[in-house]
């Protein structure tokens, strides 16, 4: 069954709604996305969604990221965030045929002109140029991806990793620091975790 809803907040200042419904409104700084109805992952209802939106978005205001890649993009929401956010360069990237058609789809509800890249290529296929790089993708996937995911990201990059339980903290962050990465931040939100990397020594 298609996933339908009409308004779900899904980070502090990010929105999702129904394609067929009107826009919410709202307050300034506040951004509201489009999504038709699919069985991708990432409407907006699982913790690891909101976690990531709201680290995504926080992130591309803070640091103001050129360019972006999403992997595991399902919806593509997390990429359209990085894209209204000010990117000029933004990836996502799928396995799953069905996801990066309901990717594209999303995207072109958006206002902007600048096109996001979809496909099913592989984290490092464009080198070593993501200011963020975001993988919110299931534990054994990650695990085999880390070397990758980290060869994508930019001198002085974030990489922003969910998908997994606190407990899976200590287990996930080996493959991270093994290549290269150090852990900066780890956050949890109704029992899943997100954790942030830069590159560094490992440890």
Avoid at 23 to 41: M, N, Y
Wanted: hydrophobic share 45%; proline share 7%; net charge neutral.
């Amino acid at each position: 069954m298609k996933n339908e809803f009409r308004v779900l907040r899904i980070a502090p200042r990010i929105f999702l709604y129904d394609s067929n419904s009107s826009a919410p409104k709202l307050k300034e700084g506040e951004i509201a996305f489009a999504q038709v109805p699919s069985t991708a992952f990432g409407d907006g209802t699982h913790p690891t969604t909101r976690l990531c939106a709201g680290a995504v978005d926080q992130l591309c205001r803070l640091f103001r990221p050129k360019s972006v890649l999403d992997v595991g993009t399902g919806t593509g929401v997390l990429a359209r965030i990085a894209r209204s956010r000010g990117a000029q360069f933004i990836a996502g990237t799928d396995i799953d045929a069905d996801a990066l058609i309901a990717a594209r789809a999303n995207s072109v509800l958006d206002s902007s002109k600048l096109e996001i890249v979809f496909d099913d290529c592989p984290p490092d296929h464009w080198g070593p140029r993501f200011d963020l790089v975001v993988a919110n993708i299931l534990e054994e996937p990650l695990l085999e991806l880390a070397p990758a995911l980290s060869r994508a990201l930019a001198p002085g990059g974030r990489l922003l990793v969910s998908g997994f339980t606190p407990l899976q903290v200590p287990h996930i962050s080996v493959p991270f620091k093994n290549a290269g990465l150090k852990s900066e931040t780890t956050s949890v939100q109704d029992g899943w975790a997100l954790m942030i990397f830069r590159p560094g020594e490992g440890l």
